[in-house]
Nanobody
């Protein structure tokens, strides 16, 4: 298993920015996809963004495309989520996730990921 620790959440006004970080305890050879999900009160956990460690494609939910950017620093085993133009509806607990096994699901599916962080709260005031 890989331990994931999120940081960077907080309270921000609408239109503002935050950058979330997710530090992995180690980089395994098989850790090949990292994702961000979020869960608002009373709602299902939903996909936000994902990236492959080896480079190549990224994916975004339609609701955040153009405002959020996922990136990674392989040397630091860290993935980031830069969030700009934040809206009240972005308020949620944000979770980092890692896939260390190959599962036949898309990047946006929770079922693809077998490691999860504890989450970090993001609150956007309107």
């Amino acid at each position: 298993q890989v331990q994931l620790v999120e940081s960077g959440g907080g309270l921000v006004q609408a239109g503002g920015s935050l950058r979330l970080s997710c530090a992995a305890s180690r980089r395994t050879f098989s850790m090949y996809v990292m994702g961000w999900f979020r869960q608002a009160p009373g709602k299902e956990r939903e996909f936000v963004a994902a990236t492959r460690w080896s480079g190549g494609n990224t994916a975004y939910a339609a609701s955040v495309k153009g405002r959020f950017t996922i990136s990674r620093n392989n040397a630091k085993n860290t993935v980031y989520l830069q969030m700009n133009s934040l809206k009240a509806e972005d308020t949620a607990v944000y979770y980092c996730a890692a896939a260390t096994v190959v599962l036949p699901y898309g990047l946006g599916s929770k079922a693809k990921y077998n490691n999860w962080g504890q989450g970090t709260q993001v609150t956007v005031s309107s």
